[in-house]
Structures are given as structure tokens and as C-alpha cells.
């Protein structure tokens, strides 16, 4: 449990399909009106991620939970995860669990970064009654990843270093949990506007947030998951996603490459596309007014107004 300057955030425990899942919410989540804004974050972050990077007013008024992706601490999985349990469904069936155990009865818009905009897309379909929409920001619809996050892909798969691929993910996850200079330093390998990325405050907290629960975490599940989310594909229902979505991402995004977010655009049948100039993977982070000013914008326009 934490504090923020007007209201409690707890963290509830969602157990399903033998996960225990956790979630971060304000306490009175149930009081607050209107659609709950589901946020997901992207792999290896944390569900604490979100909370710093939201403005005041947001924080402390709207309804919101952030999920944590599966087996990402303080997030556990089953004993035996492997890569084979990446798959739509899993993500369904957990993201479900906490509509129904968290935010019962309740109409959410998803806010998902990287995979967790993956996650998004794949509840959008499952759960067509409960999702209005969803912001997905340099996500995708297969994992096929490029850059360093793909070098982590194939590292974890021991396609790439054989067996000294996962060690290495090890040793560099404990490196970077141990010295937050580190951490910063990596973590903004993602962005392209690293000066923007390393000097925000509000980003170096959601980096404490990010490092504390790393600290925790099971290295071999996570290592799992990278390896299993190169094999995820939705590319074949999309176009079967009948909720608006908004599909952004930054020029120079290192990870999900232009033309697939391209295709993500055309593909969805109701889908507005935001390309951020100057930016990376990190969004959010390395644009974080310009990110809250837009997605607020484009809630009260496609889901709010029309139901007015």
C-alpha cells in the first residue's frame, strides 16, 4: 500500500489459472465515475510504473487501475511457466479475472504500453461487453521485436548467445536493480529522446517503482516470458476489433517497427494513428504532457461524447 496526496493506492491480489496477479488502484476505485482507465504496462516494468507518471488531478480524481502484466513481480506465476503459456488466452483469461474480481460491472478503456497494448488489443476481442476502447502505444499485434529488445528475445530463446543468453538477461537484471544510474542508462536505451527520458522526476520515480519490485523478481519466469511472447500473433483478428482504438507511437521507435504500427492502423476498423516526431519507445516518458494532454483528448472524443 502507498500514499498519494489525497488518496490511498492499494494493491489487490487477483489469483487466476494459477497466477496471483497484482493490481494497483486508489481505495475508493469503486466511488469514482465513468469508464476505468486500464493501464498495462510493457515487459520487465511493473505495475507501480504508472502511478508516478500520471498528473495530480488524474491521479487523485479519475478511475484507474494499473495491471500487472503475468509473472512480472511483485506479479508470480505457476510453478512450470514456460514460453508455451504465452498465448492470448493467458492474457485473457488474467486481464478478465480482474474485471470481473476488481472492477466488477465496470466499463474499462485500456492503456497499453508494448505488450501491454498486445494485451489490450487480445481483451478487446475476449471481452467486447466490458472494453470501450483501447490506447495502444508502440504495441503490436506479434511479437516479433527488433533491436535490443529482439537481441533479448533471442537471447532468452538461446538463439542468440546459446546457453549464455539467459545468464546474461540474469546478470544484467541484477546490475540494473543494484545501481539506478544503471537502470536509468538502459531503460533509456529505449528512447530517442534520452536527455528528455533521464532529466523527467516524474520518470525516475516510476524507475524506483520499477526497480523495487525488480528486485523481487523470478528471473527464470520473466526470462520465460521474453521467450514466449516472440510466438504471439493476432494479426488474423484485428479486423475483428469493433472498438475504436488509437494506435501511437515515436518516430524512432527502436522496437515495433514503423511499418507494423502502420499496418496496425489500416488493419483496426476504427482506429486513429498518432505519430509522435522526436521519439522513441518510451512515449510516455519522453513526452509525458504532450502523452496525458492527448490520451484525455481522445477519451473525451470517442468514448465519453458518444455516449453523452
Known amino acids: 500500500m502507498s500514499n498519494n496526496s489525497q488518496n490511498r493506492t492499494l494493491r489487490t491480489e487477483v489469483k487466476a489459472a494459477g497466477h496471483v496477479l497484482v493490481v494497483d488502484h486508489p481505495a475508493d476505485i469503486m466511488q469514482r465515475a465513468g469508464p476505468v482507465w486500464m493501464f498495462i504496462h510493457g515487459i520487465a516494468v511493473c505495475s507501480a510504473y504508472w502511478e508516478p507518471l500520471m498528473p495530480a488531478g488524474f491521479r487523485d480524481g479519475q478511475p484507474w487501475i494499473s495491471v500487472s502484466l503475468p509473472v512480472h513481480a511483485p506479479s508470480v506465476g505457476p510453478s512450470g511457466f514456460s514460453r508455451t503459456d504465452v498465448v492470448p488466452e493467458m492474457f485473457n483469461s488474467l486481464n478478465g479475472a480482474v474485471l470481473d474480481q476488481v472492477v466488477p460491472g465496470r466499463e474499462v478503456v485500456v492503456v497499453g504500453h508494448?505488450?501491454?497494448?498486445?494485451?489490450?488489443?487480445?481483451?478487446?476481442?475476449?471481452?467486447?461487453?466490458?472494453?470501450?476502447?483501447?490506447?495502444?502505444?508502440?504495441?503490436?499485434?506479434?511479437?516479433?521485436?527488433?533491436?535490443?529488445?529482439?537481441?533479448?528475445?533471442?537471447?532468452?530463446?538461446?538463439?542468440?548467445?546459446?546457453?549464455?543468453?539467459?545468464?546474461?538477461?540474469?546478470?544484467?537484471?541484477?546490475?540494473?536493480?543494484?545501481?539506478?544510474?544503471?537502470?536509468?542508462?538502459?531503460?533509456?536505451?529505449?528512447?530517442?529522446?534520452?536527455?528528455?527520458?533521464?532529466?523527467?522526476?516524474?520518470?525516475?520515480?516510476?524507475?524506483?517503482?520499477?526497480?523495487?519490485?525488480?528486485?523481487?523478481?523470478?528471473?527464470?519466469?520473466?526470462?520465460?516470458?521474453?521467450?514466449?511472447?516472440?510466438?504471439?500473433?493476432?494479426?488474423?483478428?484485428?479486423?475483428?476489433?469493433?472498438?475504436?482504438?488509437?494506435?501511437?507511437?515515436?518516430?524512432?521507435?527502436?522496437?515495433?517497427?514503423?511499418?507494423k504500427t502502420l499496418r496496425l492502423a489500416r488493419t483496426l476498423p476504427r482506429s486513429s494513428l498518432l505519430l509522435y516526431p522526436g521519439v522513441g519507445h518510451m512515449v510516455m516518458n519522453e513526452r509525458r504532457d504532450d502523452f496525458w494532454r492527448d490520451i484525455i483528448a481522445w477519451h473525451r472524443t470517442n468514448i465519453l461524447e458518444p455516449r453523452s
Do not use: Y
Not at 196 to 204: H, T, W, Y
Open 114 to 259: 508494448s505488450t501491454g497494448g498486445f494485451a489490450g488489443l487480445c481483451l478487446a476481442l475476449d471481452r467486447p461487453d466490458r472494453v470501450l476502447g483501447v490506447i495502444s502505444m508502440g504495441g503490436f499485434a506479434d511479437g516479433q521485436w527488433v533491436g535490443l529488445e529482439g537481441d533479448m528475445q533471442l537471447m532468452a530463446r538461446k538463439e542468440k548467445l546459446g546457453f549464455l543468453g539467459p545468464a546474461a538477461l540474469r546478470v544484467t537484471a541484477w546490475l540494473t536493480t543494484r545501481w539506478p544510474w544503471l537502470q536509468a542508462r538502459a531503460a533509456s536505451m529505449f528512447a530517442h529522446d534520452r536527455r528528455a527520458f533521464l532529466n523527467d522526476g516524474p520518470s525516475r520515480l516510476a524507475l524506483k517503482a520499477m526497480r523495487d519490485d525488480a528486485r523481487i523478481q523470478d528471473q527464470d519466469q520473466l526470462i520465460e516470458f521474453f521467450a514466449g511472447i516472440r510466438d504471439v500473433d493476432i494479426w488474423d483478428r484485428v479486423k475483428d476489433i469493433s472498438q475504436p482504438v488509437m494506435v501511437f507511437t515515436g518516430e524512432f521507435d527502436p522496437v515495433i517497427p514503423r511499418e
